[in-house]
């Protein structure tokens, strides 16, 4: 059975920082791309980085420069670290796991999601 857990969540000022980690089980995590979603209340589900199998990255213009997304394979955890944090980075932040997803923002390319954690940020 396909697992990913999200942890790292919580409540930070704006310009703290956050580190999400997000591990798996029952699949071949190192063969997956990884991905890292958030939703804010109402609004829509947003892609905000992605790690293929080869290391490649993807980021959301709006985290460029901020997030870092890294992946261990022999742990089985990807991590986002979150530097300068803004009000409007606060969400409910999901990984995500792909084998095949051609467009990596787009949520309908994943197989596998997490349940989610809270980040709020505010002062």
């Known amino acids: 059975q396909v697992h990913l857990v999200e942890s790292g969540g919580g409540a930070v000022q704006p310009g703290g920082s956050l580190r999400l980690a997000c591990t798996g089980s029952g699949f071949t995590f190192g063969t997956y791309a990884l991905g890292w979603f958030r939703q804010a209340p109402g609004k829509e589900l947003e892609g905000v980085a992605c790690i293929s199998s080869s290391l490649d990255t993807y980021y959301a213009e709006s985290v460029k420069g901020r997030f870092t997304i890294i992946r261990d394979n022999a742990k089985k955890t990807v991590y986002l670290q979150m530097n300068d944090l803004k009000p409007e980075d606060t969400a409910v932040y999901y990984c995500?796991?792909?084998?095949?997803?051609?467009?990596?923002?787009?949520?309908?390319?994943?197989?596998?999601w997490g349940q989610g954690t809270q980040v709020t940020v505010s002062s």
């Open positions: 995500a796991a792909t084998l095949y997803g051609t467009n990596w923002e787009s949520s309908t390319s994943y197989n596998y």
